[in-house]
C-alpha cells in the first residue's frame, strides 16, 4: 500500500526521535494504525497507536496522548471488543478533560456511547452521545457534527425514542450530503429506517431501507432481501389498514 510505504519511509528518516521531530514520527505512527485498522489488522494498528501513546508521555503531550488513546478505543470498538474499548475510552475522555484538550472529545464520548448501545445499555450511553455533540457544536466542526448527530440519533433508536431520533439523523444525514461522508449516509440510511418503521411511517422506512441497501450493495455487493421484505409487507399492510378505514368511513357516512 502506497500510504503505508509513505509513512514507514517517514518513521525511519526521523530516526533517531528527539523533542523536535517526535511529533512528525507520531504522525507517521497514527497515519501506519489507521491503515493497518483500515485493512483489519488490529494487532498491527495497536501496536503503532501505543507507539503514539509512549511518544505523548515521553514529551509530555497530553493532547498527543488522548489522541492516540481516542484511536486505540476506536480500534477496540471496530474489532467489536467493546468490554475493552471501554476502559480504555474512559481513560482518555479523563486525559482530555483534566488537561482541557478538547480536540478528541467528541471520538471518545462518541466511542463510549456505541460501545455502550452494543453491550445493549442505551440509557447509559446516552450522557456521552449527547456530550459528543455538545463538544462538537462547541469546536464548530463539521466533520464531528455529522458523527455526533448520528450517534445520538441511533441512541434514541434503541431507546425507542424514534421521533427524536429522527430529527437528530436527518440533522446528520443534511450535513453529511453537503460533505460527501459515504459512511456516514449509509448509517443515517439504516437508523433512519428503524426510526421511521418505530413510528409506523412504513412507506417513509421502506424509502431508507432501500437507500441503504443501494450504497450497501455497491460498497459490500450484496444485501439481504429479508428485513427490506419485512418493512415492505408491514408497509402494505398499513396502507390496507388505512384503505379499509376509509371505507368504513364511507360507509357509516351513508
Known amino acids: 500500500d502506497s500510504a503505508s510505504t509513505w509513512y514507514i519511509k517517514a518513521a525511519e528518516v526521523l530516526a533517531p526521535v528527539d523533542s523536535v521531530n517526535y511529533s512528525t514520527l507520531a504522525v507517521s505512527y497514527l497515519g501506519l494504525g489507521a491503515v493497518a485498522a483500515r485493512l483489519s489488522n488490529f494487532e498491527r494498528g495497536l501496536v503503532y497507536f501505543n507507539r503514539v ?17 481516542s484511536c486505540k478505543a476506536t480500534l477496540l470498538g471496530d474489532e467489536e471488543k467493546y468490554d475493552e474499548a471501554v476502559p480504555v475510552a474512559l481513560r482518555g475522555l479523563a486525559i482530555a478533560q483534566e488537561t482541557g484538550e478538547n480536540n478528541s472529545i467528541t471520538a471518545l464520548a462518541g466511542t463510549l456511547a456505541i460501545c455502550y448501545i452494543k453491550l445493549g445499555k442505551p440509557e447509559q450511553a446516552l450522557a456521552y452521545s449527547k456530550m459528543a455533540l455538545k463538544n462538537a457544536l462547541d469546536r464548530h466542526s463539521a466533520n464531528e457534527m455529522i458523527s455526533a448527530n448520528y450517534v445520538l440519533g441511533y441512541n434514541y433508536v434503541e431507546l425507542k425514542q424514534y421521533k427524536i431520533a429522527k430529527d437528530y439523523l436527518l440533522a446528520g444525514l443534511e450535513l453529511a450530503e453537503k460533505n460527501n461522508e459515504v459512511d456516514n449516509i449509509t448509517n443515517a440510511y439504516g437508523q433512519l429506517a428503524s426510526a421511521y418503521e418505530g413510528l409506523g411511517l412504513y412507506k417513509e422506512a421502506l424509502l431508507y431501507r432501500n437507500k441503504y441497501s443501494d450504497i450497501r450493495d455497491s460498497l459490500l455487493g450484496g444485501e439481504s432481501a429479508g428485513r427490506i421484505a419485512e418493512v415492505e409487507t408491514k408497509y402494505r399492510v398499513a396502507q390496507k389498514d388505512k384503505e379499509l378505514a376509509q371505507k368504513d368511513k364511507v360507509l357509516l357516512q351513508n
Open 53 to 69: 501513546e509512549a511518544l505523548a508521555l515521553d514529551y509530555h503531550n497530553p493532547s498527543l496522548q488522548a489522541n492516540a488513546v
